[in-house]
């Protein structure tokens, strides 16, 4: 497997100095899009930093209709990036909807939507498919195997602490381990963040983005009902905290049915759909974040932000929620315990201005370096040698 850090050069292959812009290439990042904006908040930071290493690159997007939820295509359409819609074709037009769509690329970055690459054969043009895998849901990395092997390359994006699964020890050749990707030298110190977002800079406050409910509705108006109701409870003793829901383009849609209409409730701010940026604004700038899943989490990590982790119903964040707990880096409740009280009890914890910084402090040094520029080494190595050669 190629270690962390490992960026070619010493055996006669072209290493990141070699990779010299030799014309335009049609780049054209697809995500998941049938959950949050996870997937999309990491393949934009991937976009940006590959139009800072080579200008030359025509960056765009293409969202698969199936399943698609749509507060992914503003994600995508807030960041400037153009962007097209892949239908979900039938027999007799497959090829020629799927050459209308994709028959310009040159590169496709995918991340977690492989089922995909099955499309690779009929796009003549394509020289290049770099493939980010996403942890088991339950045996589909496994089964999706024979797809996997149809790709150039595998990026895999998590912290030492979640090691590459065995099911992708038959891909090892292809596989480079970046760690986490995110924007370490975008995220603002919690002053600057806040003088971004017009936000009092002596009060204390929560975040969390429902984001329509990603994980359930079970489960996100548990949380929702949790994380309201909390604040509420310990607002008695810290009148001055205020709680900021951000990614709510549709209040009425989550609505929890025992709390007043949450627009009315005093010390809590609506915020509707927002770019990527912005969402790690208001991380940086929170004192506490409360969070499901993968991205966040490492926001998080690197703003220094203590978080209250619900970990969503999947492998992934599960794990993560059991390193996260048996780390002392955070606060972690399964969606079992979520109630008004403890969410009151985990949120007094997180905001302890001793305990709960040290707290970040530690998921900090879990979630490591940014493993972006490594990724980004990566995708321009290949583009040198399969596209530009």
Same mark, same amino acid.
């Given at each position: 497997m190629?270690?962390?850090?490992?960026?070619?050069g010493?055996?006669g292959?072209?290493?990141?100095?070699d990779?010299?812009?030799?014309?335009?290439v049609?780049?054209v990042?697809?995500p998941s899009v049938?959950?949050?904006?996870?997937h999309?908040g990491r393949t934009?930071?991937?976009?940006?930093?590959l139009e800072r290493?080579?200008?030359?690159l025509?960056?765009?997007?293409v969202?698969d209709?199936?399943a698609?939820?749509?507060?992914?295509?503003?994600?995508?359409?807030?960041a400037?990036?153009p962007?097209?819609?892949?239908?979900?074709?039938?027999?007799?037009?497959r090829d020629?909807?799927?050459?209308?769509?994709?028959g310009d690329?040159?590169v +496709?970055?995918e991340?977690?939507?492989?089922?995909l690459?099955?499309h690779r054969r009929?796009?003549?043009?394509l020289?290049a498919?770099?493939?980010i895998?996403?942890l088991?849901?339950?045996?589909e990395?496994?089964?999706?195997?024979?797809l996997?092997?149809?790709a150039d390359?595998l990026?895999?994006?998590?912290?030492?602490a979640?090691?590459?699964p065995?099911?992708l020890?038959?891909?090892?050749?292809?596989?480079?381990?970046?760690g986490?990707i995110?924007d370490a030298d975008?995220m603002?110190d919690?002053?600057?963040?806040?003088?971004?977002?017009?936000l009092d800079?002596?009060?204390?406050?929560?975040?969390y983005?429902?984001?329509?409910f990603?994980f359930?509705?079970?489960?996100g108006?548990?949380?929702?009902?949790?994380?309201?109701?909390?604040?509420?409870?310990l607002?008695?003793?810290?009148?001055?905290?205020?709680?900021?829901?951000?990614?709510l383009?549709d209040?009425?849609?989550?609505?929890?049915?025992?709390?007043?209409?949450l627009?009315?409730?005093d010390?809590?701010?609506?915020?509707?759909?927002?770019s990527?940026?912005?969402?790690?604004?208001?991380?940086?700038?929170a004192?506490?974040?409360v969070?499901?899943?993968?991205?966040t989490?490492?926001?998080?990590a690197?703003a220094?932000t203590p978080v +209250?982790m619900v970990?969503?119903p999947?492998?992934?964040?599960a794990?993560e929620?059991t390193?996260?707990?048996?780390?002392?880096a955070g606060?972690v409740?399964r969606?079992?315990? +979520?109630?008004?009280?403890t969410m009151?009890r985990?949120?007094?914890a997180?905001l302890d201005?001793?305990v709960?910084?040290?707290r970040a402090?530690?998921?900090?040094?879990?979630?490591?370096t940014?493993g972006?520029?490594l990724?980004?080494?990566?995708?321009?190595?290949?583009?040198?040698?399969?596209v530009?050669?």
């Amino acid at each position: 497997m190629p270690e962390a850090g490992a960026t070619g050069g010493d055996d006669g292959e072209p290493g990141p100095a070699d990779c010299r812009p030799r014309g335009p290439v049609n780049l054209v990042f697809i995500p998941s899009v049938s959950g949050g904006l996870g997937h999309v908040g990491r393949t934009l930071k991937l976009a940006r930093a590959l139009e800072r290493a080579d200008p030359t690159l025509r960056i765009s997007y293409v969202l698969d209709e199936l399943a698609l939820r749509p507060f992914n295509v503003e994600a995508v359409t807030l960041a400037g990036y153009p962007c097209r819609i892949l239908p979900n074709p039938v027999r007799h037009e497959r090829d020629a909807t799927v050459r209308a769509v994709l028959g310009d690329a040159d590169v +496709v970055v995918e991340d977690t939507n492989r089922r995909l690459l099955a499309h690779r054969r009929i796009l003549p043009r394509l020289k290049a498919w770099i493939s980010i895998p996403m942890l088991p849901l339950w045996d589909e990395l496994h089964l999706d195997l024979p797809l996997l092997e149809h790709a150039d390359h595998l990026l895999y994006a998590y912290p030492a602490a979640m090691p590459p699964p065995s099911e992708l020890d038959p891909l090892r050749h292809m596989l480079t381990v970046t760690g986490p990707i995110f924007d370490a030298d975008q995220m603002p110190d919690r002053a600057e963040a806040r003088r971004r977002l017009g936000l009092d800079p002596a009060v204390r406050f929560v975040t969390y983005a429902p984001r329509g409910f990603p994980f359930g509705e079970w489960f996100g108006r548990r949380v929702l009902g949790g994380v309201v109701g909390g604040v509420r409870r310990l607002r008695g003793a810290m009148p001055e905290l205020r709680l900021v829901l951000t990614a709510l383009p549709d209040v009425a849609a989550v609505q929890p049915p025992r709390l007043p209409p949450l627009p009315t409730i005093d010390g809590v701010q609506i915020v509707g759909t927002v770019s990527p940026e912005t969402a790690r604004d208001y991380v940086a700038a929170a004192d506490a974040v409360v969070l499901e899943g993968t991205t966040t989490l490492f926001d998080a990590a690197i703003a220094a932000t203590p978080v +209250v982790m619900v970990p969503g119903p999947i492998y992934e964040t599960a794990l993560e929620g059991t390193w996260v707990d048996d780390n002392d880096a955070g606060i972690v409740l399964r969606p079992e315990e +979520v109630t008004p009280r403890t969410m009151e009890r985990a949120l007094a914890a997180a905001l302890d201005p001793i305990v709960g910084r040290a707290r970040a402090e530690r998921l900090r040094t879990l979630v490591g370096t940014d493993g972006r520029d490594l990724a980004v080494e990566t995708i321009l190595r290949i583009i040198d040698l399969q596209v530009r050669a």
